[in-house]
Structure formats: structure tokens, C-alpha cells
């Protein structure tokens, strides 16, 4: 983190919010969609929640502003019994929520076709610790918007004609940590993260709001047979962590709402920028950028590492 | 409550040497669920299954584990003997306390333990084990032959013979292989060809026999007995339904000093050609790397003269896709170049020999087609650089082969017997000519074989040296051999005119790229792998996929025309039955369970997963899920170990099994 925080210029938020107002009247006018998921004003002053609007009148709730943190791809998959289906549905997506849609096309969750996407350009968001109507600057933005790559979201049906102001370097808050953990000794990184996941109560907040946890029967909820122990203890908490981290392994593009959302602070997107790290090392592959049918680890090429069989 | 059996193998001694059988029937005896559990000598033979089926009755079991040898040897004994009681089959399993415990370790008491460990997680295991019905699939009798050679020409014949229809693709324009280049044969010395072409005409004429040629396997898909077959028929340039094989083409062709492969690159052919005379089909191909239209857009001498009208240089590529339930692999053999190095190849080639720089340097292929009626110098043996006959000839074994320093290790097979021959067929053309053979030993087990070998030195005069040759150099119009004569421990020079090398046999080039399209194993020289070396010779371990001929391993001709109808036999026993019978193992979905990710259908190796609609009563669509097709399911477990929500599970090898075998530690 820099020593001296400089302010980010988020000037292009207002337009973009008349923007894309006048886009969802158009879009339902035109019934062109019959929904659009996105964020409207919450009772705190600055904040903003997640809003499902079904016709042209709402659409003067919508905005974009600092605090628009949430991923909405979430509410297309586990959340998506709350939406009709009775037609195309507009979506707002910041670049890195874009990410995750093109991972769920991949896993044949949704379809482009079936989708309206209304893209963001985004200069970054607020860090969930912080409050609300807070400016944005280098110190209280959200850790993932350090080592964002995809201010501008691409492939979108429409955009808002902005011009994005460049912003100030940023470190990425992640790699730095994860350049520490490494630099551990295995007994000194087991200590760091049993003392991490000794803090879970199990809330499962992390997989609700996965876009990539859509399982509608987890296996970590079977008893027949149990593969995970449910109640919060050690062992168990440990085997839900593991498992989380590898089932997101090649898919997870880094939203980090697992991390915003764990009531104790665990440092959830540590572990998946640690396995993203990983794919990227091993099959230089990203998650994100392209609609693929088959991820790294559902595939075998000649080229891939051998390296592990002794 | 389960009533399980437990029946402890003594194997002999191989079980009962190291693991204390008494102590493990009566502590496995202890053991929730097991209502009756004893040992027994020869648990597989017959007093041992009828102790089973007795034991099923009596005791009214439930369930029964044999411990003895692995699954791979008896659980098929095993399961006919339990279902002969009255049992489903699939509530038989075997606990492996032979391969996995006996046999690896020494010490008798942690060995009994162990024994116990495995028996007992079986007990386990076999418990969850659900009555599983037997698996029918439909069986297309159709055959497809890939490689034209003797062996696919034997197989074709006796699989069409039997009435079947068979589709024969070789990658050549004419059918013939390997053994359509030969002059004579050993160990009669009758002419290749004239035993040869006959078959090849019975082919040609076949109603049943589905002829591709020039044509190469693009894609395989399916399983036994529902394979689906790509075939890319490459662009002849001549129509084979109106061409009547005339030839006036290729006496008119303008290019004709194109070398000839089928000649060992020493005849000459024209830009369109049959590859020899006697060629199924009789139909030209255009090879369009060397015609003068195809380079330049001019001549097309070939389609002015063509009376029928049969040439169209406008052909393309085409695919055809044939439904076939056997598949007989017969690729065949390629000699080990003697003129470069492979390239990127562990073998390290024979650089002291002069490697293509000395033209006087043969292969055995060319000296048969030097020896052939047929063959560019009309049979008469004269050297490739000046056209004289050899005086001296030197023949060199084990080129290649026994060699494991330069990278191959096993033996050739042929050569010795066909060096005999060379000798010979020298001596019948050359009367004043004198050879020479330097070999490691003479291998001749085989009918007629070793009377065959002896002629060769007692009545056809040849000098066979017990030794190896060093290096070949040109000095003159000679070739010095430096060799050495073992037995008698000196070194020998000889100045010959014509060096013949017998030179290793390896499998086709590609045989590796086609054995990943069919999903068959191959050694680690490219041969294909048979599924047993000894009882199943000539079945890949992929079920429905046969070998035939030198594509496994060096043979001779009658031991390829052998395999060749052996396998035919195989494919023939498929297909005596309407039906096939699986075994049950297979994958099955829990569709409530599944979210349709489909990460199962993309790692299934054999296309067993489909898409499947989950509709309400009204018709309306709630989800989309994953089936698995169990016709085509192999069993192996991989969609199980995909899933993410674990929605696919293996019968018999449910995810519920496995975590109670791992509890029964």
C-alpha cells in the first residue's frame, strides 16, 4: 500500500448512472428485456444494494457509484428462481463481474444469448471496511481493484460513451501477501491458516455468495455418506476451506465477494488468487477472458506439467 | 442385516506362506455382518466354488467376499459360482490379499494383519453393493480392416467369408503391403506374388468386402460393437467408376522419372501410376506433388488421351463415416532407414555403415526387388550405382536390431531366414558369385526353418562369419567390410561389390497417432500392445479392437496370416450374437443432484454422457442434466471424480463404498 493515499477520480460515475437509466427505459419501452439487475441507493447514505427492477419507471432507482461493490452474476445462478424467465434479462457488470459470466457460459450455466449485458467502465470501488460515503482513493479502495485489468469490460451490449480518467499505479495488496506467505516455512504457512480457519462458524456466507458455488445440493451438506464434517470445528472447517479453494481452482476471476462478505475475516481470496497464481504458473491460463468449454483442469494436453509424478 | 460369506484362499502356498489364513477367517468371522467365514486350499477349483455355493445356501448368505488372488484373475470364477447359488453376481467381490499382501511382503505376522485390514475393508465395501442387471448392447456385424497387407487381406476374407460385411482401408493406392514387394518366399522360395494375388484379386471381387484405398482413418468413435469410423478417401484425380484401366495414361504421362517407393525408390514411375502391375484396384492415382498440371497448370496429357474420361483433376479429399461393431488393426512393419538418422528418434542409426552415402549399400526390401521378375532390373541383381552384377556380396544381420546401445533391444525375427534366403536367390543368379553373411546367431525355430538355413550353407555355398561388422568404406568400385570372425578370433576384410543390410523391422510411422484415434496402447517402439502376451495375443486391451500381423511385433508371413485368422475369429465371435453383454459397472446419475455443469461430458473419454431434459407434468423444461449412456459407459470412474456436487457415482464403486472402506481401517 502506498504511503500517502492519492484520490481516484471517480467524476464519470454520475454520467454513467444517467446513462444507464436511460438505457433501462429504452430496454424495457422497446421489451427488450424483462428485468435488469442492478444496484439502486440503500437507506445509509452512499451505500447501494442489489436491486431486480421489472419495469421503465424504476429505472430511475438505478446508479453506479463507489459503493456499487456487489458481483451480480450471483443473482443468474443460485438467486436466479427469483427472476422470470420469461425473456432476456439486463444485467449491469463491472469488468470483473464480466469475468465471472464468461466462466458461467463456459460451465453451461447461462447463455449470452439469453443476456443484456449493460457493461461499467469502472475505476474501482470501495473496500468493504470502509464506510460508505467515504471518497475513493488509493487507501480505501477495495483490494481487488489494485490488480484490476479489465476497467472497461469488453464484448458488452452496451456502454456508457465515458472516458475512463487514468488512474494512479497501484501494488497489488494480494501478491504481496501471497509473496510473504511463500516465503514461510510449510510448518509456519499451516500455523497461519489454522489460526485463519479456526475463526469459521460455518455460516457458509462464502458459498451463497459465489457465483461459481451453484450446486443446488452442496456436497458438503450430504450426510450419505458425509464428506464434510458440518459443525464448526477444525478438521472440518479446514476440509470446507480446501475444498472451496480447489473447486474454485481455474474459474474463480478474483470478484473477492467471498472475502467481503466472511463475517470473521478470513482471507478467502487469498486462497484463490494463490490458486489462480498456481493455473497461471502451471497451464498459463487465466480465468475470465474467453468462453471456454474445457478449463485446465478438465483437460489434458502433452504440454501440460509432468512435473508432480516422481 | 447382511449375512456375508468370507472365503479365504491358501492359493497353494502363495498365500499361506506369508499370511496366517486360519487367523484371518476367524477374525474377519468377528466381524459385523459376516455370518460365515472359513479357508480353503484352492479356493478357484472346483471342490473350493462348490464350498461357496455351498456355503450360500446353507448359511443363506447375503453377500460373499472371496479373499484370494486379484479381481483380474477370478472374479468372473468367482461371480458364475455365486450366481450359480442363486446370487446376483455383482454382490461377489474379491479382496486381494495375493498381488497386494502375500506376495510383497516377508514378515508373516505384519502380512496377517494387513490380510485382515484388506479382507475386512472389503466386508465393508461389499455390504453397500446394490444387485446390478446385466448390460445389453446391440452388436452391428459389420468389420472394418485398417492396412492391406496380408494380414488385413487374411482377416478380410475369413470375416467376409463368414458372411459379414467388411470395409478394408489402406493408406496406398493398391491393397498388397509389404508382401506384394517380395520376390520369393522363405522357406519354399515359391513367388511372393503369385501366392499373393490371388488373395488380393479375391478382395477386388468380394461381394461383402467394401474396398477404400488411398484412404486413412480420420476419427474413431463409439465402443464395441457401435463404432463409428471416419474415413478420409484422399483425392485420387481419377474417377475409379469410369476408369477401365487401360493405362494409356501413364504410357503417356511426360513425367517419368519420379522413383518409385513400391521399387524401393530404385524403379522409376510416372506422375500417374499403380504402384506395380498386379495393383487392387487397378485404377491410377495422380500424385500431385510431381504433375506437371498440378505444378503448373499446363499439360494434362492423361485427360486428352483418357477414353472414358476418368481423369478430374478438380477431385477433393472427401470423409465417409461407416458404422462398424470390430475393428482389426494390421498396419504393419517399416524397415529402419538406413539412409539418415531418424529424425528426433532414440535410435542412433549406423553412420560406420556409410548411411546412404555408399549406393551400394542395400536394404533387404531392395535386394527383393532386385531378385523380382517384377522389379526394375527385370530380377536380374545388379548393383544400384553402375549397373553391374555383384561378384561379392556381403550380407550383414541384426542391423538395427539386438542392439540395445543403439536403441533397439529386441530381435528382428525374419531376418535370419530371409538373409538364408538372399543367399540363395544370389546364388541362383549369380553362379560365379561368392556370399558372405556376418551374423550374431541364426534363429530359425519354424516348420522347414532350420533344413531351409542349412541349404543355404551346405548346398548354396554362402559363408556365414560368426561376428559383427565394424565399418564399410568405399575404396574403388569396392565396399571394404571390416568385421571380425569370432570363433575363430580374427579380423576379417572382405572387398564386396554390393553390401545388403538386414535391417530392423518397426512398426508404420504414425502407428502412434492412429493408436490415440483408436485408444489402444502401444510399446514404447510404437508396436501395439495385445491385452495379454500370452492368453489373449491378439485382443487390445480396448474390447472390440483385434491385431493382426507385424503391427504388434516383428512376424513372418505364415505367423501374420495365423494372427490374421485369428483374429477373424474373434471378430466372428462377436459377432455371433444379436446382443452383447456388459458388465454392469457403469456411471449413474443422481439428477437431483445436478446442475447441469456438464464437466462430466467433457473429461468422458468415450462419449457416454448426454444431455438430458428434466420436464414437469405440463411438459414444461425445469432443468437440463447430465445421463450416462450405460452402453457406453466404460466404468472408469472419471465424470465420478469430476463432479462437483458429486452427482455421478460409479455402481460398486460409490463415493458411499469407498468412504466405508476407508472407515473399515
Known sequence: ?310 | MSRIGVFICHCGENISRTVDVERVAEEVGRLPGVAFSTDYKYMCSDPGQTLVKKAIQEQKLSHVVVAACSPRMHEKTFRKAVEAAGLNPFLCEMANIREHCSWVHENREEATVKAIDIVGMMVERVKKNRILPTITVPVTKRALVIGGGIAGIQAALDIADCGHEVILVEREPSIGGHMAQLSETFPTLDCSQCIMTPKMVDVANHPKIKLYTYSEIELVEGYIGNFQVTIKKKARSVDEDKCTGCGVCMTKCPQKKIPNKFDQNIGMRTAIYVPFPQAVPNTPVIDRDNCTWFKTGKCGVCQKVCGPGAIDFEQQDTLIVEAVGAIVVSTGFDLYTIAEKPKGSPIKGYGEFGHGKIPDVIDGMTFERLASASGPTGGKILRPSDGKEPKQIVFIQCVGSRAREKGISYCSKVCCMYTAKHTMLYHHKVHDGQAYVFFMDARTPGKSYDEFWRRSIEEEEAVYIRGMVSRLYQKGDKIVVMGSDISVGVQVEIEADMVVLATAIQPQKGADALAQKLGISYDKYHFYSEAHAKLRPVECATAGIYLAGACQGPKDIPETVSQASAAAAKVMTLFSRDQMEREPIVARVREAGCVGCFACKKVCAYGAVEEKEIRDRQGNLIKIVAYVNPGVCAGCGTCQATCPSKSVELDGYTDEQIIAMIEAL
Request: net charge neutral.
Open chain 1, 1 to 310: 500500500m502506498p504511503l500517502t493515499s492519492q484520490p481516484i477520480d471517480t467524476s464519470i460515475y454520475a454520467t454513467i448512472t444517467a446513462a444507464i437509466r436511460s438505457e433501462a427505459s429504452r430496454l424495457f419501452t422497446a421489451a427488450e428485456v424483462v428485468a435488469i439487475i442492478g444496484y439502486a441507493a440503500a437507506r445509509r447514505v452512499g451505500s447501494a444494494q442489489p436491486v431486480i427492477i421489472t419495469d421503465a419507471a424504476a429505472a430511475e432507482t438505478l446508479i453506479f457509484t463507489e459503493a456499487c461493490v456487489n458481483n451480480l452474476a450471483v443473482y443468474l445462478t443460485k438467486a436466479k428462481k427469483e427472476i422470470p424467465k420469461k425473456g432476456k434479462i439486463g444485467i449491469i457488470v463491472k469488468g470483473c463481474d464480466l469475468k465471472a459470466l464468461v466462466g458461467l457460459m463456459g460451465e453451461s450455466q447461462l447463455k449470452r444469448e439469453d443476456l443484456y449485458l449493460i457493461g461499467i467502465p469502472c475505476a474501482g470501488v470501495l473496500a468493504s471496511a470502509v464506510q460508505p460515503a467515504t471518497t475513493l482513493t488509493t487507501e480505501t479502495i477495495a483490494s481487488k481493484c489494485c490488480e484490476c485489468d479489465v476497467h472497461l469490460p469488453l464484448g458488452c451490449d452496451f456502454v456508457p460513451s465515458v472516458t475512463l480518467p487514468p488512474g494512479p499505479q497501484m501494488e497489488s495488496r494480494y501478491s504481496e501477501e501471497i509473496a510473504r506467505l511463500e516465503a514461510l516455512t510449510p510448518a509456519e504457512r499451516w500455523a497461519y491458516w489454522k489460526e485463519q480457519f479456526a475463526k469459521c462458524i460455518k455460516c457458509y456466507a462464502c458459498r451463497q455468495i459465489c457465483p461459481f458455488c451453484f450446486c443446488e445440493q452442496c456436497l458438503c451438506d450430504r450426510n450419505k455418506p458425509q464428506m464434510v464434517e458440518t459443525t464448526p470445528r477444525p478438521a472440518g472447517n479446514t476440509a470446507w476451506h480446501i475444498v472451496r479453494a480447489m473447486h474454485l481452482a481455474g474459474r474463480c476471476a478474483g470478484c473477492a465477494e467471498c472475502e467481503r462478505v466472511c463475517p470473521m475475516d478470513i482471507p478467502l481470496n487469498l486462497l484463490n488468487r494463490k490458486m489462480a497464481k498456481e493455473l497461471k504458473e502451471l497451464y498459463d491460463y487465466e480465468a475470465g477472458f474467453e468462453i471456454n468449454d474445457k478449463g485446465p483442469l478438465t483437460m489434458f494436453t502433452e504440454k501440460d506439467d509432468q512435473s508432480f509424478i516422481k
